[in-house]
């Protein structure tokens, strides 16, 4: 076991490896995207690319400039924006991330319960009106872009009800410091939270009732329902329980994919400073080294969830274990 | 009963006429393949819509006037809120052809764009799976098939893409060709064309079917039927045609739809960003970008995009579904990550 955990670590960095130079390449060594004439503006003459270039460290070779590149944002934490050069940009990015938690911690807890809930209860009445109903108000869902929901939350709840008794609690947007005001932060993320997580409680749900009805239909529940067990028993404690094991899989990999940046849509649509919008205004003015720092970040959180779950994955299952 | 009658009856259909019957019976899969021929059959008329309205959806028409009921109401009107300096455009007339859904800010008929929208994000959703499914076919195919050093860097490679957040990864091949455009070898794409969102989206989803493919390429490469013609001395690409691509050939179709929807809302999602279609083009996503500044005065600009983007991602996972338990019950595909 030591060995797969092993194994499974050394993977692990081999990707972060490869992810940190593919995103270094993308950005300064695709062809024609040169970052100086982007620093330097449009019509900018040679003297001043030339200029641009020797100040910012561009005219060095680039695997000295991953190199440099590297160890400004792991190890001395000093990169600077180029747009506003005083502004370091691992500390701001540092800054977003309670921002980027709450928001995905909280839409989490709600799409755990209601995914788990409508996929229990729509196996239970497996082939009734309700589990119909509960699956087709899922795939809708699914199908919804995030951004456009949350664009018809806030025309509901910030400006057409806003007035009315349903709505005249919610704050304008933007994001208060749980710290400072527990109850501003709680009441100006809770649409945030549901939009997030209405797309995940309908894949969960779905996803889950799938399993339970494959689940219900193996050796081990024939013979709990000949041992006379009742059928809430058998579906709770027998058939869930196999079925919870995809389940978590699933949620550390949507789990990493949000607070790696996923959540960047929702971020912007309701004005939270979190990673994803930290990124997002770095794309308007195209700021590099923040686009990079946030994407590098990004994409290592997804990596460690993603090892995470294997490793509680070769915790869990006993045969996994033995080979 | 004789054996002669059991050898007739045995006579089944081939599995392709046995998976469209058994779609044919499946009615909501068969509503929502309806579902989105009429919405392909209504984008692909937007041309004709914009000349029957005589508007042009892609120049701003700010001294535009619309006529109703024998009045001609200017297309901007003056703002009635505040100051009263701004202008608004008009809201939706309810009246097909003459400004049905509103004006956006540039005093373009919404309708018109809406269609011609339409049409972008199917067209760039169709074109995006094309090439997902063929580049991610042809590395799961040989990474399965030829194992060794090739399935090592290839499954490498997909690792690294696969860890990659698709947005991120999307946004960050984005902002450096938007702007720039891309040159590889002989293949030129211009900043600002259609294809390279297409090449964008088409690029990050790869590994979510490749993976798959050479996983199913592998249990395929040690069946007898494989093993059989490797024995006989058939030629590895003949084997790969004739023998491999049917079998994995099903897992592909089963894809076609629910890689279609994804990358409607992958589509959507990055034109939202704007890093996806680049103006005067239009598409779904871009109109609920033009959108965000109205939502609040005039929200059918964003809200009706939206609408259209929900009903053909629905229906495409539907259809999906349907193909799914049409062609392969057993397989366990599902996108949905991020």
New interface residues.
Partial sequence: MLLALLQRLG?ML??ML??SM??FL??FA????DPAS?IAGRGASPEILEAVRKSFGLDQPFYVQYFVMMKKIFITGDLTSFVNRGWKVVPAVLDTIPVTLSLVIGAAILWVIFGMLIGIVAAATRGSWLDKLLMILG??G????????G??M??VS???FHDTWMFSWVPPLGYKNLSDDPKGWFLTLIIPWITLAILYIG?YGR?LRASLIEALQEDYIRTARAKGLSETRILLRHALRTSLISFVTLFG??FG?LV???A??TE?VFNLQGVGKL??DA?QN?DLPI?MT??MY??FF??MA?ALVDVVYILLDPRVRAS | MTAETIATRRVSRGPWATAVRRLARDRAGMAALLLFMVILIICLLAPVYASWAGVDPFTSTLDATVTIDGNAIPVMEQSTEGLGLGYNPIGPTWRLGSYFLGADNQGRDVMARLLYGGLTSLLIAGAATLLTLTLATVLGLAAGFFGGLTDIILSRILDILWAFPVYLLAISLSIVLITHGIAIGPITIESGSLWLPIFIIGIVYIPYVARPIRGQVLSLRESEFVLAAIGLGVPSHRILLRDILPNVSTTLIVFVPLMMALNMLTESALSFLSIGVQPPDASWGSIIQDGQGLLYSRPWVAMAPGIAIVLCVLALNVLGDGLRDALDPRSKIRLGRG
Avoid: K
């Fill in positions: 993977q081999f990707v490869g992810i593919l995103v993308i950005f695709t062809p024609g995207a982007r795939l809708i699914i199908s919804m872009p995030v951004f456009w929901l664009e018809v806030n025309l910030q400006s057409r894949l996803v990999l949507d994919a790696g940046g996923s960047l849509l912007v990124t997002y794309l195209l686009i946030t994407v990004a994409s997804v990596v993603n």
